[in-house]
């Protein structure tokens, strides 16, 4: 008898994160993870992302699974950036980051909860803006409303024309899950994607 298929779960609520897993048209179901996201000692921003990736995957109550956990860390000039919020706190962030760059690093991972097996992946994108003025700056936070995403800004909308350049191997980690790393993992773990 052929054993069943093990069934995918994204550990995670954002919205951002499903319209990507959407994308390879998989059928899978969400759960919220529980992780709490701080900093370790003498913890580099990378291994941050691969950590608390990991630390989603493991949080959910999914027996036969897949689970995917993701989790994203912005970093200007050596600090991190958080979620904005509120429009001053996304102003603030992008005055900030006007004619600088902008590291994120993009934690995927995915455990097998049968076998225990997990594989880490974080992917590196630099994100470099334009000289921004307080104009520009206004009129973008209130068209786009990023005050859900670190950086507070949307490169997959009108957060494009803030942008000098973008600089990785896959777009979609800076949305928050890294498709090319995640279609790897799910075909190594049986899956035919496409």
């Known amino acids: ?5 093990l069934q995918l779960v994204l550990a995670s609520t954002s919205t951002y994160r499903a319209s990507l897993l959407d994308r390879l048209g998989v059928s899978y179901t969400k759960q919220a993870p529980s992780a709490e996201e701080s900093m370790l000692p003498n913890e580099d921003f990378a291994s941050l992302a691969g950590r608390l990736a990991h630390k989603k ?21 050596q600090r ?3 979620k904005p919020g509120t429009a001053e706190r996304a102003h603030a962030q992008l005055r900030a980051c006007s004619g600088k760059t902008v590291q994120f690093f993009t934690g ?5 909860t049968v076998t225990r097996d997990v594989q880490t992946s974080v ?8 000289t921004l003025n307080d104009a520009e700056i206004r009129r973008y ?6 005050l859900d995403c670190a950086g507070s800004f949307k490169w997959e909308r009108l957060g494009i024309a803030l942008m000098a350049s973008l600089d990785g191997p896959d777009p ?19 899956l035919e994607i496409p």
């Open 1 to 5: 008898m052929k054993p069943q298929p």
């Open 57 to 77: 995957a493991a949080s959910v109550h999914a027996p036969d699974s897949l689970v995917i956990g993701s989790d994203q860390v912005a970093v200007l000039e």
């Open 80 to 82: 991190r950036l958080s």
């Open 108 to 112: 995927v991972a995915l455990l097998n």
């Open 123 to 130: 992917v590196h994108y630099r994100v470099t803006f334009r």
């Open 141 to 146: 936070v209130t068209r786009d409303d990023p």
């Open 172 to 190: 979609t980690a800076l949305e928050g899950l890294p498709l090319i790393a995640l279609c790897k993992m799910l075909r190594k773990a049986g």
